[in-house]
């Protein structure tokens, strides 16, 4: 009895171990920036805490800012579970900073249909690096790849070249040249594929069992989601405009309050963006000084000229305002167009009502008696008369004797008199 006990204890025990047993999945299918940075060291954190088998990265990643994939390698290495980065799904890709992390995790997978590479870096500030400068930065990037490999057993010429001449793998291609461990079809593939492998941490060898492992994904908090949203290049130079569009309306419109809340609010965001984006302060300048024509040209007749200035100004700060060579960091003609034409064409109408209304005759006041008909309710002469005019009784007068029932114009207007003469 005490033996059949025994056993149906040890069978309870098993069963709860494999209950236990969870592979933590996340998700990172964006640039690498600070806000995804810190999910997946946080989720690297979290996977130890819960003593999960392994955390699977499925990443899709154009590049990213040289600090923020440092601090994700960091975390990785540190790491007291395996971490696995798989480039999925198809169609995805591990370039520059992606690739990077792709060769420092543990095991490294990618899917079908996939590429990893072109990690050569980019100039990631005010301006554009000189020869020397360049050279000291591509030697350090390629020294870090290439100690990153050398870590995981894995091809350092073809690191070195990844980061010196920008090349890349297909899938295949990637796993015949010992860059990656597996291809995976999907994460179910990937999980069997990891069942029973070996993976070195530190001193020790940890086998991996993730066949029937709990699932657990992983999805970014709201903060977090937030922050990665708005250091989008697209999104920071739109909040940007937006900001200094709600300030010039609050300026022009004093206690409108809306207008200029809303464009603080955004004009700090964008700024935020901007610390952790490769910003071209004489792109800003020049998007600042198109704001100015704009409004110049609807205080001064101008006739346009400098509204076309504006408009140049503009494109050309908004094309310049995030200078780096990779896409995935500056912002998509596809957004600064439509922005500029929208922006353009708001001031653009505040130009054209500002010279219609030059142009157009005074309806109101003295002005807009001007002109106007009506016609001799008496005989109006140097001594006076009565008219009607604009849909009033007026007292009036006039050098030359005009009959009653005749018809006037008014040439002048002296108080509450008018002076007329008679209407062909």
């Known amino acids: 009895m005490q033996k059949l006990l025994s056993f149906v204890l040890l069978i309870i025990l098993i069963c709860g171990i494999t209950e236990a047993s969870q592979v933590m999945i996340i998700r990172v299918e964006d640039a690498i920036s600070p806000a995804s940075a810190r999910f997946m060291v946080q989720s690297i954190e979290r996977a130890q805490e819960q003593k999960a088998e392994c955390l699977i990265i499925e990443m899709d990643t154009p590049g990213g800012l040289d600090q923020s994939m440092r601090q994700v390698i960091k975390a990785i290495m540190a790491s007291d579970i395996p971490v696995v980065v798989y480039v999925a799904p198809q169609g995805s890709r591990a370039a520059?900073?992606?690739?990077?992390?792709?060769?420092?995790?543990?095991?490294?997978?990618?899917?079908?249909?996939?590429?990893?590479?072109?990690?050569?870096?980019?100039?990631?500030?005010?301006?554009?690096?000189?020869?020397?400068?360049?050279?000291?930065?591509?030697?350090?990037?390629?020294?870090?790849?290439?100690?990153?490999?050398?870590?995981?057993?894995?091809?350092?010429?073809?690191?070195?070249?990844?980061?010196?001449?920008?090349?890349?793998?297909?899938?295949?291609?990637?796993?015949?040249?010992?860059?990656?461990?597996?291809?995976?079809d999907d994460t179910e593939a990937l999980l069997d594929l990891l069942e029973g492998r070996q993976v070195i941490m530190g001193q020790d060898t940890v086998v991996l069992h993730t066949k029937g492992a709990e699932k657990v994904l992983v999805e970014m908090n709201w903060r977090d989601r937030i922050l990665s949203i708005i250091s989008n290049p697209n999104i920071a130079y739109i909040l940007f405009m937006a900001g200094l569009l709600g300030l010039y309306f609050e300026f022009s419109n004093p206690g409108a309050i809306f207008p200029g809340v809303v464009g603080a609010i955004s004009l700090i965001l964008a700024f935020f963006s901007f610390q952790t984006l490769p910003v071209n302060y004489a792109g800003m300048l020049l998007i600042?000084?198109?704001?100015?024509?704009?409004?110049?040209?609807?205080?001064?007749?101008?006739?346009?000229?400098?509204?076309?200035?504006?408009?140049?100004?503009?494109?050309?700060?908004?094309?310049?305002?995030?200078?780096?060579?990779?896409?995935?960091?500056?912002?998509?003609?596809?957004?600064?167009?439509?922005?500029?034409?929208?922006?353009?064409?708001?001031?653009?109408?505040?130009?054209?009502?500002?010279?219609?209304?030059?142009?157009?005759r005074p309806v109101s006041g003295d002005q807009g008696l001007l002109d106007q008909e009506g016609d001799a309710r008496t005989i109006v002469n140097k001594d006076g008369g009565r008219v009607f005019v604009a849909g009033t009784h007026w007292s009036a007068c006039s050098d030359a004797e005009i009959a009653e029932g005749a018809k006037v114009k008014v040439v002048e207007v002296k108080g509450m008199k008018l002076k007329v003469i008679k209407s062909e």
């Open 288 to 360: 600042i000084l198109a704001i100015v024509l704009f409004i110049l040209d609807v205080k001064i007749a101008s006739h346009g000229i400098l509204s076309i200035g504006g408009i140049i100004a503009m494109f050309l700060g908004s094309v310049m305002l995030f200078q780096t060579p990779d896409p995935a960091m500056r912002a998509s003609l596809q957004v600064i167009i439509p922005v500029v034409l929208v922006t353009a064409a708001f001031f653009v109408i505040g130009v054209w009502l500002s010279i219609k209304t030059l142009r157009t």
């Open 96 to 184: 520059s900073a992606g690739a990077f992390i792709t060769l420092s995790s543990h095991v490294a997978a990618m899917s079908p249909g996939t590429s990893i590479g072109a990690a050569h870096p980019v100039s990631v500030g005010t301006g554009q690096m000189d020869s020397t400068m360049s050279g000291k930065v591509t030697n350090d990037a390629a020294a870090y790849i290439r100690s990153i490999a050398e870590k995981r057993g894995r091809n350092i010429a073809w690191a070195d070249s990844a980061v010196r001449r920008s090349v890349s793998l297909s899938e295949t291609e990637a796993l015949k040249r010992k860059v990656i461990d597996l291809i995976a």
